[in-house]
């Protein structure tokens, strides 16, 4: 049984920086693309960012820019740095083993002043 553990949410102001980190029990990390969700309330749950086993990353056009993607696959961890962070920003973020059904449970990330 895989088991995912997000951590590094928090409240921050606009313009400020925050890094996420996600790991994975078991040793089947390596071989899976990893990606970032989040959803915000009252609103569904959307794909953030998306890096392969190789570390090639995508992201979506929202956080181009300003977040990024990236693994330690000798550690199960995948990291989500995100700066300049807007209001818009505020969610609850999930990591997820894609196209998998393993989510962890979320860490939210709350931009306010």
Do not use: E
């Given at each position: 049984q895989v088991q995912l553990v997000e951590s590094g949410g928090g409240l921050v102001q606009p313009g400020?920086?925050?890094?996420?980190?996600?790991?994975?029990?078991?040793?089947?990390?390596?071989?899976?693309a990893m990606a970032w969700h989040r959803q915000a309330p009252g609103k569904q749950r959307d794909l953030v960012a998306l890096i392969s086993n190789g570390g090639r990353a995508n992201y979506a056009d929202s956080v181009k820019g300003r977040f990024t993607i990236s693994r330690d696959n000798s550690k199960s961890t995948v990291y989500l740095q995100?700066?300049?962070?807007?209001?818009?920003?505020?969610?609850?973020?999930?990591?997820?083993?894609?196209?998998?059904?393993?989510?962890?449970?979320?860490?939210?990330?709350?931009v306010s002043s």
């Open positions: 400020g920086s925050l890094r996420l980190s996600c790991t994975a029990s078991g040793s089947i990390f390596s071989i899976f995100m700066d300049s962070l807007k209001p818009g920003d505020t969610a609850v973020y999930y990591c997820n083993i894609h196209q998998t059904n393993y989510w962890g449970k979320g860490t939210l990330v709350t």
